[in-house]
């Protein structure tokens, strides 16, 4: 069964930091692109970063640049994104999702895990 299942969200301070986990089944995480997305109360969908097959290559929001990493792990089929220096600005759902195309500039995919709930309090 293809899936993705995310962990690792909670509640934090601000200046805190948490380590998501997206586990991976029915596909190589490294195969195919995948990407971090969240989204806040009232507000749309953003790619926070993502990062190409074979790893070399990755994309990051201005927003998160320089504070969060992402990186997978190929023996335990799992993608991760690393998030410190939070901000209150950072709540919301993450979700990974794989199986991408870019349309209009826009990055839509088709496969999606459950999502994982970030909090961060001033």
């Known amino acids: 069964q293809v899936q993705l299942v995310e962990s690792g969200g909670g509640s934090v301070q601000a200046g805190g930091s948490l380590r998501l986990s997206c586990a991976a089944s029915?596909?190589?995480?490294?195969?195919?692109?995948m990407g971090w997305f969240r989204q806040a109360p009232g507000m749309g969908r953003e790619e926070v970063a993502g990062?190409?097959?074979?790893?070399?290559?990755?994309y990051y929001a201005d927003s998160v640049k320089a504070r969060f990493t992402i990186s997978p792990d190929n023996a335990k089929n799992t993608l991760y994104l690393q998030m410190s220096s939070l901000k209150p600005e950072d709540t919301a759902m993450y979700y990974c999702?794989?199986?991408?195309?870019?349309?209009?500039?826009?990055?839509?995919?088709?496969?999606w895990g459950q999502g994982t709930q970030v909090t961060v309090s001033s």
């Open positions: 029915g596909f190589t995480v490294s195969s195919l692109y």
């Open positions: 999702a794989t199986n991408c195309r870019v349309v209009s500039g826009k990055r839509l995919c088709t496969l």
């Open positions: 990062i190409y097959s074979g790893g070399g290559i990755t």
